[in-house]
């Protein structure tokens, strides 16, 4: 699936960050244009077609929640604010206008990741009901269960993420590092540590299924399990 996304943030190295993170994690699917100011993206929404726009409240020239209103009136385009503004009057403001979703700065890049994907399978009409399965564990994606040998296991969100990570590269190794960008995002300022302590707690949530998450020596974890 390939996706059309406009990003407007006049903060050029924002957008560098997200651009680097989306193209990452979709493994290029994601193509990205940008707009550093409200006419640029006014001007772009004009000539083009996307599939979600992510867009900044404080823009120079025109902003944000004055471009909403225009691209409101003529497309049902995905839209999730990106602001520095935690105002609920603001927040309100932006939903009463026609946005879909809003998220405040600073904010988590495998969040707004996450958002990003459920709004463009929502408007794309897509089948949400993934189930993965690798040996005695089955994690459904779309309703955020987990089950080990069909039994109901419950996970903190964080053990949740790194096991629908797992679950998708079932068999290969998954480092360190890949699953801290995935997660927290290329601004982690913490270590390697903190995915041990994790996983740690992930194989105490799996109970019987832990042995399936294996230890790769200095690189890190690989799931086994027949699909």
Known sequence: MTCELLLVEDDAEIREI???????????????????TGSDARQKCLENEYD????DVMLPE?????????IRKKSDVPIVFITARHNE??????????????ITKPFSLAELYAKVMALIKRSKGMVRNEIMTAG?????????????????????PME????????ENRGRIVNRESLIIRIWGYDFEGNDRVVD??????RQGLGDAAAQIKTVFKRGYKLEGEI
């Open 52 to 55: 979600l726009i992510l867009l």
């Open 197 to 202: 302590n994790h996983v740690k707690k992930l």
């Open 89 to 102: 009057d603001d927040r309100l403001h932006g939903y009463h206008l026609g946005c879909d979703d809003y």
């Open 62 to 70: 025109v902003d944000g929640f004055v471009i909403c209103r225009e």
């Open 18 to 36: 997200i651009e680097d993170y989306f193209i990452e994690k979709s493994g290029g699917t994601f193509q990205i244009e940008s707009a550093g």
């Open 136 to 156: 005695s564990i089955k994690l459904d994606s779309y309703r955020c269960m987990v089950f080990v040998n069909d039994k109901e296991v419950i996970l903190a």
């Open 160 to 167: 949740f993420a790194i096991l629908k990570i797992l679950m």
